[in-house]
């Protein structure tokens, strides 16, 4: 049976973070080993499963799981924009040349720390995805003291000349949806871009895609966000330097079908930082499926016992 929010005893809140509001969840024991979730682009702290995450506290580990900023409940930053084209953009980024950006990842990053002081952590394993685990890298390595152990889910160094994402895969990832949509319009364009990332081998059950991507929308929508975001992994440059100086245990998790960030990007981080070990899983893409749920997250508490 899935496990609800209730029976993890979820505690929620919004933490004053570097000048924000951070929205967060914790589940589990306060008395636990604390493991910190950062989603990636566009995400809310909800596309981390509840079930992956009672498997964590299951594991004997405290989760904490949050919005970014300018997604879900935590703080927009409204009314600042971002100069230069969209192509022009992803061109620069593809070529390992970073564009202005009204803030970057190493802010992000800055949000993690002020999350953990807030919620009195001291160090914590952290675990990204996606753009959330090019956060985390850039928090392992200037914050080694407050990592304990870092998990690198389908993520990048974001250095030049990788693989490129997929065409298909690119514009369900940022294709715009046109001024005004529906909910409805919008909750299609959601289905239809968690299928295009999550690849051919797991498909989720249309009517639970559905489901998750209205309860995603009821809770925010707000595409405004996503644009900085988009210019802050775009704006951010390499994070090879960054790799090299991260000294905590660390595993890498990639899916061998991920269509945005191919398996490639996944390599480069684990070649970046020290003593990283590699995990493909075959058959995923771009997501956290159920049926995989168990692999990931003994993936994960393995290199949590390495610290």
Known sequence: MTASPEELEVRTGTADANGLRIAYEDMGDLADPAV????????????????????????????IRFDNRDVGLSSKLDGVRVAGLLPLRVARHLAGRPSPSPYTLVDMSEDVLGLCDYLGIGSAHVVGASMGGMIAQIFAAD???RVRSLGIVFSSTNQPFLPPPRPAALRALIGGQGKSPTRDQVIDRLVRAGNTLG????????????EQAAAS?????????LVRQFAAATGTGNLVPYGRRITAPTVVIHGSLDPILRPGNGRAVAKAIKGARLHVVDGMGHHLPAPLLPELSAALLENFARA
Not at 39 to 44: D, N, R, V
Not at 199 to 210: H, I, K, L, S, T
Not at 217 to 225: A, K, N, T, V, W
């Open 36 to 63: 910190v979730l950062i989603m990636g682009f566009s995400a809310q702290l909800t596309f981390w499963p509840v079930d992956f995450c009672r498997m964590l506290v299951e594991g004997g580990y405290r989760v």
């Open 143 to 145: 914050h080694a003291d």
């Open 199 to 210: 690849g051919a081998r797991y498909v989720e059950d249309a009517a639970v895609a559905r």
């Open 217 to 225: 929308y009821d809770r925010s929508f707000h595409p405004e966000g």
